[in-house]
């Protein structure tokens, strides 16, 4: 039903492919189960489950939320046309508030996804 995408930058470089890469296996498997969810569900569907959220203050921005015993992940995510996902940021979360520097720089990417064209 629908693809995800890595987004990746000028250079190539795909910050969340980095980001999972650093994980230990145990906790990039659990992730990846969610990942693999986004490609088999719609966003109605995956709205009413707890590791997703649609961040209604920043239009388009929704965040897959994986916890691992004390670890706490963060992948943001945007639908884009043609039915495609594109992964824009991860991160480790460690407050309570989602950091301000961690959705800016998920809009940045996203944005600079789309001044690309890239699909």
Same mark, same amino acid.
């Given at each position: 039903?629908?693809?995800?995408?890595?987004?990746?930058?000028?250079?190539?470089?795909?910050?969340?492919?980095?980001?999972?890469?650093?994980?230990?296996?145990?906790?990039? !498997?659990? %992730?990846?189960?969610?990942?693999?969810?986004?490609?088999?569900?719609?966003?109605? !569907?995956?709205?009413?489950?707890?590791?997703?959220?649609?961040?209604?203050?920043?239009?388009?921005?929704?965040? %897959?939320?994986?916890?691992?015993?004390?670890?706490?992940?963060?992948?943001?995510?945007?639908?884009?046309?043609?039915?495609?996902?594109?992964?824009?940021?991860?991160?480790?979360?460690?407050?309570?508030?989602?950091?301000?520097?961690?959705?800016? %720089?998920?809009?940045?990417?996203?944005?600079?996804?789309?001044?690309?064209?890239?699909?």
């Amino acid at each position: 039903m629908y693809k995800v995408i890595f987004y990746n930058d000028d250079k190539g470089i795909e910050p969340v492919r980095i980001f999972l890469n650093k994980l230990p296996r145990k906790h990039r !498997e659990k %992730i990846s189960v969610y990942i693999a969810l986004l490609e088999e569900k719609k966003p109605v !569907e995956l709205s009413v489950d707890q590791h997703y959220k649609n961040l209604g203050h920043y239009p388009g921005l929704w965040e %897959i939320r994986v916890d691992f015993a004390k670890n706490f992940y963060r992948i943001f995510y945007s639908y884009i046309e043609n039915e495609n996902i594109i992964l824009l940021h991860g991160y480790y979360k460690d407050t309570n508030e989602t950091p301000q520097k961690d959705i800016d %720089i998920a809009l940045k990417n996203k944005a600079n996804w789309e001044r690309k064209g890239t699909t």
